[in-house]
Antibody
Framework: QVQLVQSGAEVKKPGASVKVSCKAS????????MHWVRQAPGQGLEWMGW????????NYAQKFQGRVTMTRDTSISTAYMELSRLRSDDTAVYYC???????????????????WGKGTTVTVSS | QSVLTQPPSVSAAPGQKVTISCSGS????????VSWYQQLPGTAPKLLIY???KRPSGIPDRFSGSKSGTSATLGITGLQTGDEADYYC??????????????FGTGTKVTVL
């Protein structure tokens, strides 16, 4: 079955970096974008960006540009999200999610995430 | 501060119907397809609706989606206690000023009375 398995919880100090992994199985890894979404405690969902596992191309949310790096290792069907210069407000659950995207004849885009990992809790505390 | 606005909460008795609105603009909902996600307490989000009104395999037809102009709506009929969750709309935002990217709604908590 299609699944995304994420790495375990992390505790980091302010200013440090964290790297979260997401291992895909049950489908062709390079055939779908991988999105990263985070959710701070008691808050809503926040999109961080995506990586195209086939080309390695990325698209980061403006808010995270300069601090986030998304990479992949196609040999082990794994995507990574690294966030640097951590602050206390980066404390959140980080999800990877398989993305589907395209556009119709009117160039209306469709983007949606159909398979999600269980999430990785990242706590930033001194 | 999401660009997609949803009501914070809606509620109804078991068996009744609820609707959740998602209001955006021409740079997002007005010119792109909308998806909806359900997040049960303590779990990851789950895709409920994609491309405005399509249901993934396994999603009951009690859940429906629609779009008109710059707003979208999720409907849930025959409400069940298991439907108590947070619901989010999402779509692509093509605005250069906002930084092109995917945006989620503010989220709506559904309570079954």
């Amino acid at each position: 079955q299609v699944q995304l398995v994420q790495s375990g919880a992390e505790v980091k100090k302010p200013g440090a970096s964290v790297k979260v992994s997401c291992k895909a199985s049950g489908y062709t890894f390079t055939g779908y974008y991988m999105h990263w979404v985070r959710q701070a405690p008691g808050q809503g969902l926040e999109w961080m960006g995506w990586i195209n596992p086939n080309s390695g191309g990325t698209n980061y949310a403006q808010k995270f540009q300069g601090r986030v790096t998304m990479t992949r290792d196609t040999s082990i069907s794994t995507a990574y999200m690294e966030l640097s210069r951590l602050r206390s407000d980066d404390t959140a659950v980080y999800y990877c999610a398989r993305g589907n995207s395209g556009y119709d004849k009117y160039y209306y885009y469709y983007y949606y995430m159909d398979v999600w990992g269980k999430g990785t809790t990242v706590t930033v505390s001194s | 501060q999401s660009v997609l606005t949803q009501p914070p909460s809606v509620s109804a008795a078991p068996g009744q119907k609820v609707t959740i609105s998602c209001s955006g603009s021409s740079s997002n909902i007005g010119n792109n397809y909308v998806s909806w996600y359900q997040q049960l307490p303590g779990t990851a989000p789950k895709l409920l609706i994609y491309e405005n009104n399509k249901r993934p395999s396994g999603i009951p037809d009690r859940f429906s989606g629609s779009k008109s102009g710059t707003s979208a709506t999720l409907g849930i009929t025959g409400l069940q206690t298991g439907d108590e969750a947070d619901y989010y709309c999402g779509t692509w935002d093509s605005s250069l000023s906002a930084g092109r990217g995917y945006v989620f709604g503010t989220g709506t908590k559904v309570t079954v009375l």
